[in-house]
C-alpha cells in the first residue's frame, strides 16, 4: 500500500507508481506539517462524475483529487475547519463548503474565487443536499434546516422546529423534487419542494427497541430508504408504498451505525442491493439488503474508519480514517475477495464440521418474523445477519460474546503467550462481557466532571490534552457511580493505562475500569482510607510459601507488603513494566480468575529476587518498585501459572475472592464494598472544606479588592502630592529659564544690532566695489563692440566686393543664357511652323482623295440610278405592254420615290460634310493664333523679366556708387585701368533669319550707347578702380529690339501661311460643291 504525503503542496499526483491490481487501497495519503504534525481529514464528497472528490482537512484547507488523471491540487484556503462538503452543483467548477462559523460558502475550484456566501444558520451545519437538477441546496443544522437557490444564491424557505424535538437529516430524494426530514424522535416525514406541501410520513414500528434513527441512505432510483441508529438494527422502507418491508440485524459486534452509503451498479438499473454500514467499532461492512449477505467490508479495529463515501459511478470507496489520513479503496478490488475466508475477528470457533468455510457461517441467514405496529396490518419479514449457534452443553459456559470461546482463548493464549495485537481490544470486550450500557453511561457524563477531579491536571500534568480530559471523564463517571472513586487518590494510577488504551471509546474504557475495579480489585476498599491490608496479607502469605529467603530478607531490612506489593497493585504494574509487557501480562489476567493479579505481584517479586536480595535501604526498594526494570515477561507469566496451581488451598487467594462478574446491562451494578461512614464522613469534610475553601476565598477577593482599592487610592493620592511638587518645580524652572532666555535675548538683540552696523557698511563697500567694476565691465563691452563693428565692416566690405564679381559673372552667364534660349525658341518655331504646315496639307490631301471618292461614289450612284430608270423604264414599257394591273405601276412609282429620296439624302449629306470642312478650317486657325498669342505672351514675359533685372541692376550701381563716394579717398584702392578688347552680341534680322553680328570695342573711353564697359577709368586718373553696373546695358537693349523683331515677322509669316491655308482649303470646297451640282 503506497503513502503520499501531500505536506505542503498546492498539486501534485496522488500515487508515484500504478496501484497494483487486486489491492483493495489503492493509495493513503496524509498530510503532515513542518513539525511531523498530522493534519487530520474531516470531511469528503465526491462529484457527480464519481472521478473527482473533495477533501477538507482541520486547518480549513479544500484540495481536490481526480482518481482517473492521478492529480491533486489546492483549490482553497478557508482558514477554519469545514463541517461538510457539497460538489455536484449544476456548475461543475464550483462546490459548496459549510465552515465553523456557520456560514456556508461557494467557492470555483478552476479560478479558486469566492462565488457566494451564505449566511443565516445559528449553529453548526451537519449535511449539505443537492438536488439532482443542481439548482437548489438544503444545509442542516441541529436546530434548523434551509433551503437555498444556487442561481441567486438566495434562501427560499426554512424549516423551524421545537427546540425539544431536534433534526438529525433533511435531503432531496433523487430523481424527485420531494424533501425528506428525519427528526429526532425518529418520525421522518416527505416534503413537496416547491409547495413544500406533507406528502406523507413513514411509519415507524412501536414495538421493540427504539433505535434513534442517525444514519440515513436512499438508493439512487429513490424507492427504497434505510435508516439506522443506535442499535445494530436497519429499517428498510420502499417509499413507493411507504410501508417498512424488512428489519435487518447486523452482527453482534455492531452496537451503533454511523454511516450508510449505498453501492451504485451500473446494472441495477438505480435499484441498489449493496449497502455499505459503518459502525461504532470503525469498520464498514457491505451487504445485500435482499440476501442479507456480508459481502465484504473496509477497516479494522486498529485501522478505524470515521467516514466514509462512494462515488456515484460505483468504482471507489474513499475513508478518512481514524488517524486523520485519506484511504482510496478500489471496489473492483473488494469485490474480488467476495469467496475468500473473512478475518479471524468475524469468524465462530465452534465444534462443528472442521471442512465448513467461515464464509459460510458469515453469510447464513436464518429467517424470523416481528410483530409490526398496531397501523399496519402487514407482516414484516426479518432478518438477522448473524452466524448459527453451535456451542454445545460442555463449553456453554466458557461461551463469550460475538461468537468467543474462552476455553479455546485460553489455550491460545498458553500458546503464544498474548494475543494479536489486531484483536486484542476485541478479545478482551469478549472476556470482560462488557455490556455497553449508552443510556447508563451517558447519565454519569451527564452529570459533568466530579469536583474531585476538577483541579487533576495540577496533580496529575499530561501533555496530551486529549488524553487529559478523558482521564478526567471516566474519573468523574466512576465518582458519580460510586462515592468512594472520587475519594481514592490511586485511582488515576488504576485507570490511566485503560484510558490510554481506549481514549477514542470513553464508554468502553469506563466499562473497563469498572469491570476491573469490580472483580479484580475486590476487597481493595475495606480499609479504606488505608490499602488493602487483607490483600496484601494474601500476598504475603503467598510469599512466604514459595520463598521463604527472600521474605526474610525483606523483613530484616524493615520493609513491608505496602511497600513491595501495594506499588504494584495500585499502578497495575504501569510504572514497572512496558507497553507490550503490560498487555502481554494484561492478557493473561482477564483470562484467569481475578487471583490471578497477586499471584503476578508475587511472580514479579520472585522472578526480582537476585537484585532485591542485594537491596538494603528502604530508598533502594522504594525506587526499585517505582521503576521499570529488566524482567523476562514469559519467566514471570509462567512463574505466575506455577503460582496459581503450587498454592495451597489455605492460603491461596481463590478461596477469598470471588469468580468474575461481568457488569450488568442496562444499569450499572451498586458498588458499596467500602466503609461507608468514613467515605461519607470524608465526602462531607470535603466538602465542608470546599465551602469554607469556597468561603474563604470569597472573603479572600473581597479583602483582595479592598486592599487594591486602598493601595489604588493610596498610589493615586501618592501620585497627586508627587505632582504638585514636580508642578511647583517646574514652576520655578520655567521662570529661571525665562529670566536667562531674557537675558539671553537682550544681548542677542545687542549683538544683532552690531551686526547689522556691521553688515551695512559691508553692503554699501560691497554696492561700491560692484558700481566700478560695473563701470569697467561697460567700458569693455564698448571697447569690444567697437572692435566687433570694425571687423564686421571690414567683413561686409569683402563681402560686397565679392558679390558684386558674383554678380558681374551671373550677368554674362545669364546672357549667355538667353541666348541660347532665343536660338531654341527659333528652331522650336520653325519646327511648329513645318509641322502645322504639313498637317494641313495633309488634312488637305485628306479632304480632297474623300471628296474624290465621294464624287467617283455620287458618279456610280449616278450611273445606277440611270441603268436603274431605264431597266424601270423598260419594265414599265412592258407592264404596259403586257397589260400588267395597276399594283405593279404603283410599285414602280413608290421605288421611284425612294430613289428620289435617296438622291435627297445624298445631297443633305455633302452640305454637312461642307458645314464640317469650314468648322474645321476655322478650329485650325484659332489654334494657330492661340499659339501664335502664347509665343507673343512668353516673349513680353521675358522682356518684362529682363526690364526688372536692369531696374535691379541700376539701383545695385546707384548704391555702389554712393558708397564709394561716402568711404575716404585713403581707404580706396583699385588696380591700374588696363585696356582690352570686349566683344558685344547684336541679334538682327534679315530677310532670311536671325543673323549675329560681332563689334569690338577698342577702348572703354570708346563706350557708345550700344555697348558696355567694363572698366572705367575715375575723371581723376588715380590708380582706383570703379565698377560700373551699366555693363552690357545697350548691348541688352538692342538685343531685345531685334528679337522682338523677328518675333513679329514670325507671326506674319504664320498668319500668311494660315490664311494661304484656309483660302486652299475653300476653294477645294467650292470646287466640290459645284461637282456634286
Same mark, same amino acid.
Given at each position: 500500500?503506497?503513502?503520499?504525503?501531500?505536506?505542503?503542496?498546492?498539486?501534485?499526483?496522488?500515487?508515484?507508481?500504478?496501484?497494483?491490481?487486486?489491492?483493495?487501497?489503492?493509495?493513503?495519503?496524509?498530510?503532515?506539517?513542518?513539525?511531523?504534525?498530522?493534519?487530520?481529514?474531516?470531511?469528503?464528497?465526491?462529484?457527480?462524475?464519481?472521478?473527482?472528490?473533495?477533501?477538507?482537512?482541520?486547518?480549513?484547507?479544500?484540495?481536490?483529487?481526480?482518481?482517473?488523471?492521478?492529480?491533486?491540487?489546492? +483549490?482553497?484556503?478557508? =482558514?477554519?475547519?469545514?463541517?461538510?462538503? !457539497? @460538489?455536484?452543483?449544476? #456548475?461543475?467548477?464550483?462546490? %459548496? $463548503? &459549510?465552515?465553523?462559523?456557520?456560514?456556508?460558502?461557494?467557492?470555483?475550484?478552476?479560478?479558486?474565487?469566492?462565488?457566494?456566501?451564505?449566511?443565516?444558520?445559528?449553529?453548526?451545519?451537519?449535511?449539505?443536499?443537492?438536488?439532482?437538477?443542481?439548482?437548489?441546496?438544503?444545509?442542516?443544522?441541529?436546530?434548523?434546516?434551509?433551503?437555498?437557490?444556487?442561481?441567486?444564491?438566495?434562501?427560499?424557505?426554512?424549516?423551524?422546529?421545537?427546540?425539544?424535538?431536534?433534526?438529525?437529516?433533511?435531503?432531496?430524494?433523487?430523481?424527485?423534487?420531494?424533501?425528506?426530514?428525519?427528526?429526532?424522535?425518529?418520525?421522518?416525514?416527505?416534503?413537496?419542494?416547491?409547495?413544500?406541501?406533507?406528502?406523507?410520513?413513514?411509519? +415507524?414500528?412501536?414495538? =421493540?427497541?427504539?433505535?434513534?434513527?442517525? !444514519? @440515513?441512505?436512499?438508493? #439512487?432510483?429513490?424507492?427504497? %430508504? $434505510? &435508516?439506522?441508529?443506535?442499535?445494530?438494527?436497519?429499517?428498510?422502507?420502499?417509499?413507493?408504498?411507504?410501508?417498512?418491508?424488512?428489519?435487518?440485524?447486523?452482527?453482534?459486534?455492531?452496537?451503533?451505525?454511523?454511516?450508510?452509503?449505498?453501492?451504485?451498479?451500473?446494472?441495477?438499473?438505480?435499484?441498489?442491493?449493496?449497502?455499505?454500514?459503518?459502525?461504532?467499532?470503525?469498520?464498514?461492512?457491505?451487504?445485500?439488503?435482499?440476501?442479507?449477505?456480508?459481502?465484504?467490508?473496509?477497516?479494522?479495529?486498529?485501522?478505524?474508519?470515521?467516514?466514509?463515501?462512494?462515488?456515484?459511478?460505483?468504482?471507489?470507496?474513499?475513508?478518512?480514517?481514524?488517524?486523520?489520513?485519506?484511504?482510496?479503496?478500489?471496489?473492483?478490488?473488494?469485490?474480488?475477495?467476495?469467496?475468500?475466508?473473512?478475518?479471524?475477528?468475524?469468524?465462530?470457533?465452534?465444534?462443528?464440521?472442521?471442512?465448513?468455510?467461515?464464509?459460510?457461517?458469515?453469510?447464513?441467514?436464518?429467517?424470523?418474523?416481528?410483530?409490526?405496529?398496531?397501523?399496519?396490518?402487514?407482516?414484516?419479514?426479518?432478518?438477522?445477519?448473524?452466524?448459527?449457534?453451535?456451542?454445545?452443553?460442555?463449553?456453554?459456559?466458557?461461551?463469550?460474546?460475538?461468537?468467543?470461546?474462552?476455553?479455546?482463548?485460553?489455550?491460545?493464549?498458553?500458546?503464544?503467550?498474548?494475543?494479536?495485537?489486531?484483536?486484542?481490544?476485541?478479545?478482551?470486550?469478549?472476556?470482560?462481557?462488557?455490556?455497553?450500557?449508552?443510556?447508563?453511561?451517558?447519565?454519569?457524563?451527564?452529570?459533568?466532571?466530579?469536583?474531585?477531579?476538577?483541579?487533576?491536571?495540577?496533580?496529575?500534568?499530561?501533555?496530551?490534552?486529549?488524553?487529559?480530559?478523558?482521564?478526567?471523564?471516566?474519573?468523574?463517571?466512576?465518582?458519580?457511580?460510586?462515592?468512594?472513586?472520587?475519594?481514592?487518590?490511586?485511582?488515576?494510577?488504576?485507570?490511566?493505562?485503560?484510558?490510554?488504551?481506549?481514549?477514542?471509546?470513553?464508554?468502553?474504557?469506563?466499562?473497563?475500569?469498572?469491570?476491573?475495579?469490580?472483580?479484580?480489585?475486590?476487597?481493595?476498599?475495606?480499609?479504606?482510607?488505608?490499602?488493602?491490608?487483607?490483600?496484601?496479607?494474601?500476598?504475603?502469605?503467598?510469599?512466604?510459601?514459595?520463598?521463604?529467603?527472600?521474605?526474610?530478607?525483606?523483613?530484616?531490612?524493615?520493609?513491608?507488603?505496602?511497600?513491595?506489593?501495594?506499588?504494584?497493585?495500585?499502578?497495575?504494574?504501569?510504572?514497572?513494566?512496558?507497553?507490550?509487557?503490560?498487555?502481554?501480562?494484561?492478557?493473561?489476567?482477564?483470562?484467569?480468575?481475578?487471583?490471578?493479579?497477586?499471584?503476578?505481584?508475587?511472580?514479579?517479586?520472585?522472578?526480582?529476587?537476585?537484585?532485591?536480595?542485594?537491596?538494603?535501604?528502604?530508598?533502594?526498594?522504594?525506587?526499585?518498585?517505582?521503576?521499570?526494570?529488566?524482567?523476562?515477561?514469559?519467566?514471570?507469566?509462567?512463574?505466575?501459572?506455577?503460582?496459581?496451581?503450587?498454592?495451597?488451598?489455605?492460603?491461596?487467594?481463590?478461596?477469598?475472592?470471588?469468580?468474575?462478574?461481568?457488569?450488568?446491562?442496562?444499569?450499572?451494578?451498586?458498588?458499596?464494598?467500602?466503609?461507608?461512614?468514613?467515605?461519607?464522613?470524608?465526602?462531607?469534610?470535603?466538602?465542608?472544606?470546599?465551602?469554607?475553601?469556597?468561603?474563604?476565598?470569597?472573603?479572600?477577593?473581597?479583602?483582595?479588592?479592598?486592599?487594591?482599592?486602598?493601595?489604588?487610592?493610596?498610589?493615586?493620592?501618592?501620585?497627586?502630592?508627587?505632582?504638585?511638587?514636580?508642578?511647583?518645580?517646574?514652576?520655578?524652572?520655567?521662570?529661571?529659564?525665562?529670566?536667562?532666555?531674557?537675558?539671553?535675548?537682550?544681548?542677542?538683540?545687542?549683538?544683532?544690532?552690531?551686526?547689522?552696523?556691521?553688515?551695512?557698511?559691508?553692503?554699501?563697500?560691497?554696492?561700491?566695489?560692484?558700481?566700478?567694476?560695473?563701470?569697467?565691465?561697460?567700458?569693455?563691452?564698448?571697447?569690444?563692440?567697437?572692435?566687433?563693428?570694425?571687423?564686421?565692416?571690414?567683413?561686409?566690405?569683402?563681402?560686397?566686393?565679392?558679390?558684386?564679381?558674383?554678380?558681374?559673372?551671373?550677368?554674362?552667364?545669364?546672357?549667355?543664357?538667353?541666348?541660347?534660349?532665343?536660338?531654341?525658341?527659333?528652331?522650336?518655331?520653325?519646327?511648329?511652323?513645318?509641322?502645322?504646315?504639313?498637317?494641313?496639307?495633309?488634312?488637305?490631301?485628306?479632304?480632297?482623295?474623300?471628296?474624290?471618292?465621294?464624287?467617283?461614289?455620287?458618279?456610280?450612284?449616278?450611273?445606277?440610278?440611270?441603268?436603274?430608270?431605264?431597266?424601270?423604264?423598260?419594265?414599265?414599257?412592258?407592264?404596259?405592254?403586257?397589260?400588267?394591273?395597276?399594283?405593279?405601276?404603283?410599285?414602280?412609282?413608290?421605288?421611284?420615290?425612294?430613289?428620289?429620296?435617296?438622291?435627297?439624302?445624298?445631297?443633305?449629306?455633302?452640305?454637312?460634310?461642307?458645314?464640317?470642312?469650314?468648322?474645321?478650317?476655322?478650329?485650325?486657325?484659332?489654334?494657330?493664333?492661340?499659339?501664335?498669342?502664347?509665343?507673343?505672351?512668353?516673349?513680353?514675359?521675358?522682356?518684362?523679366?529682363?526690364?526688372?533685372?536692369?531696374?535691379?541692376?541700376?539701383?545695385?550701381?546707384?548704391?555702389?556708387?554712393?558708397?564709394?563716394?561716402?568711404?575716404?579717398?585713403?581707404?580706396?584702392?583699385?588696380?591700374?585701368?588696363?585696356?582690352?578688347?570686349?566683344?558685344?552680341?547684336?541679334?538682327?534680322?534679315?530677310?532670311?533669319?536671325?543673323?549675329?553680328?560681332?563689334?569690338?570695342?577698342?577702348?572703354?573711353?570708346?563706350?557708345?550707347?550700344?555697348?558696355?564697359?567694363?572698366?572705367?577709368?575715375?575723371?581723376?586718373?588715380?590708380?582706383?578702380?570703379?565698377?560700373?553696373?551699366?555693363?552690357?546695358?545697350?548691348?541688352?537693349?538692342?538685343?531685345?529690339?531685334?528679337?522682338?523683331?523677328?518675333?513679329?515677322?514670325?507671326?506674319?509669316?504664320?498668319?500668311?501661311?494660315?490664311?494661304?491655308?484656309?483660302?486652299?482649303?475653300?476653294?477645294?470646297?467650292?470646287?466640290?460643291?459645284?461637282?456634286?451640282?
Amino acid at each position: 500500500m503506497e503513502v503520499t504525503d501531500i505536506g505542503n503542496k498546492e498539486e501534485g499526483k496522488i500515487w508515484h507508481r500504478k496501484p497494483t491490481p487486486g489491492k483493495g487501497v489503492l493509495v493513503t495519503v496524509v498530510r503532515t506539517t513542518q513539525q511531523a504534525k498530522t493534519v487530520r481529514f474531516h470531511h469528503v464528497a465526491f462529484d457527480t462524475t464519481g472521478d473527482s472528490f473533495l477533501a477538507g482537512d482541520h486547518h480549513g484547507n479544500i484540495y481536490v483529487f481526480d482518481i482517473s488523471r492521478n492529480r491533486f491540487r489546492l +483549490v482553497q484556503r478557508t =482558514g477554519q475547519a469545514c463541517t461538510a462538503l !457539497a @460538489f455536484s452543483l449544476r #456548475r461543475t467548477t464550483e462546490f %459548496l $463548503v &459549510a465552515l465553523a462559523d456557520y456560514t456556508i460558502k461557494c467557492f470555483d475550484k478552476d479560478t479558486k474565487q469566492l462565488v457566494s456566501w451564505m449566511r443565516g444558520h445559528e449553529g453548526a451545519v451537519s449535511s449539505i443536499s443537492v438536488h439532482s437538477s443542481g439548482r437548489y441546496a438544503i444545509t442542516t443544522s441541529s436546530d434548523t434546516a434551509q433551503l437555498w437557490d444556487l442561481d441567486t444564491f438566495q434562501r427560499k424557505r426554512r424549516l423551524n422546529i421545537r427546540q425539544s424535538v431536534g433534526i438529525q437529516r433533511v435531503f432531496f430524494l433523487p430523481l424527485s423534487n420531494t424533501i425528506l426530514s428525519c427528526f429526532s424522535d425518529d418520525s421522518i416525514f416527505a416534503w413537496e419542494s416547491d409547495t413544500l406541501f406533507c406528502k406523507y410520513q413513514l411509519p +415507524v414500528p412501536d414495538c =421493540g427497541p427504539k433505535i434513534s434513527y442517525k !444514519a @440515513f441512505a436512499v438508493t #439512487r432510483d429513490g424507492k427504497s %430508504l $434505510v &435508516a439506522g441508529g443506535r442499535t445494530n438494527l436497519l429499517h428498510l422502507w420502499c417509499l413507493d408504498s411507504k410501508q417498512l418491508v424488512r428489519v435487518i440485524q447486523m452482527p453482534t459486534q455492531v452496537r451503533t451505525v454511523r454511516q450508510l452509503e449505498f453501492l451504485p451498479d451500473s446494472f441495477d438499473g438505480g435499484a441498489s442491493q449493496t449497502l455499505g454500514v459503518l459502525s461504532q467499532d470503525g469498520v464498514m461492512r457491505f451487504i445485500n439488503i435482499h440476501t442479507c449477505k456480508l459481502l465484504f467490508h473496509m477497516g479494522s479495529h486498529d485501522d478505524a474508519i470515521t467516514a466514509a463515501a462512494v462515488s456515484p459511478n460505483g468504482r471507489h470507496v474513499v475513508a478518512i480514517m481514524d488517524n486523520g489520513s485519506i484511504n482510496i479503496y478500489s471496489v473492483q478490488s473488494l469485490t474480488q475477495e467476495l469467496n475468500k475466508p473473512p478475518p479471524s475477528q468475524v469468524a465462530v470457533v465452534s465444534d462443528g464440521d472442521t471442512n465448513q468455510e467461515l464464509s459460510n457461517l458469515k453469510v447464513k441467514v436464518r429467517s424470523e418474523t416481528v410483530q409490526r405496529p398496531a397501523m399496519s396490518s402487514r407482516r414484516t419479514q426479518v432478518k438477522i445477519l448473524r452466524p448459527p449457534a453451535v456451542s454445545t452443553a460442555d463449553d456453554k459456559e466458557n461461551e463469550l460474546p460475538a461468537g468467543l470461546n474462552k476455553k479455546r482463548l485460553v489455550a491460545l493464549l498458553k500458546a503464544f503467550g498474548e494475543y494479536p495485537a489486531k484483536y486484542r481490544m476485541f478479545v478482551w470486550r469478549s472476556l470482560l462481557c462488557l455490556p455497553e450500557n449508552h443510556a447508563a453511561y451517558s447519565s454519569l457524563t451527564d452529570k459533568g466532571l466530579h469536583s474531585a477531579y476538577l483541579t487533576l491536571h495540577d496533580k496529575y500534568p499530561i501533555k496530551s490534552h486529549k488524553l487529559q480530559r478523558g482521564l478526567q471523564r471516566v474519573l468523574s463517571a466512576l465518582a458519580h457511580w460510586a462515592a468512594i472513586f472520587g475519594e481514592v487518590e490511586y485511582l488515576p494510577l488504576v485507570a490511566f493505562p485503560f484510558v490510554k488504551l481506549f481514549q477514542n471509546n470513553p464508554m468502553l474504557c469506563f466499562e473497563v475500569v469498572a469491570t476491573v475495579i469490580v472483580n479484580w480489585c475486590q476487597h481493595w476498599f475495606e480499609y479504606f482510607p488505608n490499602p488493602p491490608l487483607n490483600i496484601l496479607s494474601m500476598a504475603e502469605n503467598v510469599l512466604a510459601h514459595h520463598d521463604k529467603e527472600l521474605l526474610q530478607h525483606l523483613v530484616d531490612c524493615g520493609i513491608t507488603s505496602q511497600l513491595y506489593v501495594w506499588p504494584l497493585l495500585e499502578t497495575l504494574f504501569s510504572e514497572v513494566l512496558t507497553r507490550d509487557e503490560w498487555l502481554r501480562l494484561f492478557d493473561n489476567i482477564f483470562s484467569n480468575h481475578p487471583s490471578f493479579l497477586i499471584m503476578a505481584c508475587v511472580a514479579y517479586i520472585t522472578c526480582c529476587r537476585e537484585p532485591l536480595l542485594l537491596c538494603s535501604q528502604k530508598q533502594d526498594f522504594e525506587y526499585f518498585f517505582h521503576h521499570r526494570n529488566n524482567l523476562d515477561m514469559g519467566a514471570m507469566i509462567k512463574e505466575g501459572y506455577r503460582l496459581m496451581s503450587n498454592t495451597p488451598a489455605d492460603i491461596h487467594p481463590r478461596n477469598i475472592l470471588s469468580d468474575f462478574t461481568p457488569l450488568t446491562k442496562g444499569q450499572y451494578p451498586v458498588f458499596n464494598h467500602y466503609p461507608e461512614f468514613i467515605v461519607e464522613y470524608q465526602s462531607q469534610e470535603r466538602e465542608k472544606i470546599r465551602l469554607q475553601e469556597m468561603e474563604y476565598l470569597r472573603e479572600r477577593q473581597e479583602v483582595s479588592a479592598l486592599r487594591a482599592d486602598f493601595l489604588r487610592h493610596q498610589a493615586e493620592e501618592e501620585t497627586y502630592y508627587t505632582q504638585q511638587e514636580l508642578l511647583q518645580k517646574a514652576e520655578e524652572q520655567r521662570r529661571n529659564i525665562l529670566a536667562q532666555e531674557e537675558e539671553k535675548l537682550t544681548q542677542q538683540r545687542a549683538k544683532l544690532a552690531a551686526m547689522k552696523r556691521e553688515l551695512k557698511v559691508k553692503e554699501l563697500q560691497l554696492l561700491d566695489a560692484s558700481r566700478r567694476r560695473f563701470l569697467k565691465h561697460q567700458q569693455n563691452l564698448r571697447a569690444s563692440q567697437i572692435q566687433r563693428l570694425d571687423q564686421e565692416i571690414s567683413r561686409k566690405m569683402d563681402l560686397r566686393e565679392r558679390e558684386t564679381a558674383a554678380a558681374v559673372q551671373d550677368l554674362e552667364i545669364r546672357q549667355m543664357e538667353l541666348e541660347a534660349q532665343r536660338r531654341r525658341l527659333e528652331q522650336h518655331l520653325l519646327k511648329e511652323q513645318e509641322r502645322t504646315g504639313r498637317e494641313v496639307e495633309e488634312e488637305v490631301e485628306m479632304r480632297m482623295r474623300e471628296a474624290e471618292r465621294e464624287e467617283e461614289s455620287y458618279t456610280e450612284l449616278l450611273h445606277s440610278t440611270e441603268t436603274n430608270m431605264q431597266i424601270l423604264e423598260e419594265s414599265l414599257a412592258e407592264a404596259c405592254q403586257l397589260g400588267l394591273e395597276s399594283d405593279w405601276q404603283r410599285e414602280v412609282a413608290e421605288r421611284l420615290q425612294q430613289v428620289d429620296a435617296e438622291q435627297e439624302r445624298k445631297r443633305e449629306r455633302l452640305a454637312e460634310l461642307h458645314r464640317q470642312t469650314l468648322a474645321e478650317e476655322e478650329r485650325l486657325a484659332d489654334t494657330m493664333r492661340d499659339v501664335a498669342g502664347r509665343k507673343w505672351d512668353d516673349v513680353m514675359s521675358t522682356r518684362a523679366k529682363l526690364q526688372e533685372q536692369r531696374q535691379t541692376w541700376s539701383s545695385v550701381d546707384a548704391d555702389g556708387q554712393r558708397h564709394t563716394r561716402t568711404r575716404s579717398p585713403g581707404l580706396i584702392r583699385g588696380l591700374s585701368l588696363r585696356p582690352s578688347a570686349t566683344s558685344a552680341v547684336h541679334v538682327g534680322t534679315n530677310g532670311t533669319g536671325p543673323a549675329i553680328r560681332h563689334n569690338t570695342v577698342t577702348t572703354p573711353r570708346q563706350a557708345g550707347t550700344n555697348m558696355v564697359c567694363l572698366n572705367s577709368r575715375s575723371p581723376s586718373e588715380s590708380t582706383s578702380t570703379n565698377f560700373s553696373l551699366d555693363r552690357g546695358r545697350a548691348q541688352l537693349d538692342s538685343s531685345e529690339r531685334e528679337l522682338l523683331k523677328e518675333i513679329r515677322e514670325l507671326r506674319q509669316k504664320l498668319a500668311a501661311r494660315a490664311r494661304e491655308g484656309s483660302s486652299a482649303s475653300s476653294q477645294s470646297v467650292h470646287t466640290l460643291s459645284s461637282v456634286s451640282q
